[in-house]
């Protein structure tokens, strides 16, 4: 049984070199995931893909079914999650093309879906977040990052915006004095729903921007394109030498 999912984000709609198995549509209680979970054979290693913005690009990261996605994972079997961002970098090391391996989350979300307890057929559930990544399936993201020879930031604080829109100025000011050091719309409450299964999950962030503010033009884009062309064929890199390990 395959236990290792990848979920693709903006510029991750598919593996390139996935050989396909099988591709599996599912109806799940929360409604119907982003798109069908493709499982395929990655450096002889079977893995389930799944493109958290449906393929072709079309959901926006607040109508995205996260209890659906990862409700779906789960009964796939999957036990660990690498999830694959897009985002903008807030702090000075997260410049364009730079990839962080987050440690941290800050939910500035509302009214998305936050948890499969919320209805009156379980009870109240509190889950530990205190480490909203797992540590372990982090430490070997590092490690692949390095066997590939691709510099990564092994820490960092992801806040999590609503979207679609990007961010003004003053909401980047206030996240860096937050702690914040890159910014995305998708991870929260993905993170909190794998938790609250207990699968591992872990998370792949490629800055495609600089964010608002931290340079004098507006943001493009054709910019943000551009750079993910490059950081998304490194994160391509890290997850064949994460799965050959």
């Not at 990839?99 to 530990?128: G, L, M």
């Not at 794998?194 to 921007?209: D, P, R, T």
């Amino acid at each position: 049984m395959t236990t290792l999912a990848i979920i693709g984000g903006t510029g991750l709609t598919q593996l390139s070199d996935l050989t396909l198995i099988k591709r599996d549509k599912l109806d799940t209680p929360y409604g119907a995931p982003s798109a069908d979970f493709i499982t395929g054979e990655l450096k002889h290693q079977q893995v389930v893909f799944l493109a958290r913005h449906g393929n072709p690009h079309t959901i926006a990261p607040h109508k995205i079914n996260y209890r659906a996605n990862i409700w779906g994972l789960k009964q796939l079997g999957v036990e660990r999650i690498i999830a694959v961002a897009a985002v903008g970098g807030i702090t000075s090391a997260m410049a364009p093309r730079h990839i962080a391996i987050p440690d941290q989350i800050i939910d500035y979300t509302y009214s998305r879906k936050h948890t499969f307890f919320e209805d009156e057929n379980y009870p109240v559930t509190h889950i530990d977040f205190t480490y909203p990544y797992s540590p372990s399936l982090r430490a070997q993201l590092i490690a692949a990052a390095a066997d590939a020879h691709i510099s990564v930031s092994p820490t960092g604080t992801y806040g999590c915006t609503q979207g679609p829109r990007l961010e003004s100025t003053a909401e980047i000011k206030r996240m860096e004095q937050d702690g914040c050091d890159v910014v995305g719309m998708t991870g929260m409450p993905e993170a909190a729903l794998a938790k609250e299964l207990g699968m591992e999950y872990a998370a792949i962030s490629v800055v495609a921007n600089w964010a608002a503010g931290k340079t004098e033009g507006e943001i493009t884009m054709a910019e943000i394109e551009q750079h993910l062309h490059v950081g998304m064929a490194n994160v391509a890199a890290i997850l064949k030498s994460f799965i050959a390990r």
